[in-house]
């Protein structure tokens, strides 16, 4: 019997990817494919259940993130993270205001094509954040590896934060969260996915473990990507932040690194016959 610091209940995860699309105008990405078996491992390692979705039409894509609805109604001690890699786009909002962000399905044409035909296939940012309002699932992380995801964050409902990491896992782990985290570059080109599949392993493992407590925290992983990006190729940069909400901006993600064992490890501010239950 002692201080209980989190007990979850499933841990899932959905790895999209979309490698070739419908369109040739946007150019395939077989990299993505990869870079998404890559990180399906990572987070299957450190006890999720994967779920991946290759190559989803709008559709697909609906379909699958609506389903991490009911999941999340059925657990709601559960946590989530969805990954998605592919194609993004930006353009200018209506009478100068707030650019829009999309995630690109593989059935989306290009908008040079014609903005109706795109704008009804493809995923805006601000749907993407409103999905967070109907998930009852404790905590959930989204990473977006696409260009302009950044554009989650310049949303009405996410915000970005720039706070330090905690010393320790604190009652935070217990509170819900939902967060962002944007990996984006210039453009297409100048993107390196097998490297950031490598450094997801890595901060997964412990890389992203700052504090050396055992623990990675969404903050700490978005630190850990912000820091790290851009000194792989020019260009190539990452951002994280939170929902704003008063419910969904209070917690923290928590991963626990793999060479940590539960049984035997105590965070620095419990007694010795404390209990870990995370994962």
Known sequence: ???????FGSSLAL???????????????PSAALEAETISSA????????????????????????????????????????????????????????????LVPADAPHPDKGLEGFTAKALEMSDLVALCSKLECSHALFVLDCPFSSTVLASRGVGVRKADIPAYISERVLL????????????ERTRNRESFAEAFVLALDGAADRDDDGYVLGTELG??????????????????????????????????VPRTGLADFHPKFMGRDDDVLLG
Request: aromatic share 12%.
């Open 15 to 29: 790895v999209i990817h979309v490698s070739r699309y419908q369109d040739a105008s946007w150019g395939d990405l």
């Open 223 to 256: 630190h850990y990507f912000e820091a790290e990006l851009s000194s792989w190729r020019k260009g190539q940069s990452a951002e994280f932040g939170k929902m704003r909400h008063p419910l969904w901006d209070r917690g923290d993600f928590c991963f626990v």
């Open 176 to 187: 819900p969260v939902r967060q962002f985290i944007a990996v984006t570059a210039e453009q």
């Open 43 to 102: 987070l299957s390692d450190n006890g999720f259940a994967v779920t991946r979705l290759e190559n989803p039409t709008s559709d697909d894509l609906s379909r699958g993130l609506n389903g991490l609805v009911g999941a999340s109604v059925a657990d709601k001690t559960g946590r989530m993270v969805i990954f998605f890699a592919g194609h993004g786009h930006q353009r200018d909002g209506p009478f100068g205001g707030r650019k829009k962000g999309y």
């Open 1 to 7: 019997a002692g201080h209980e610091l989190g007990r």
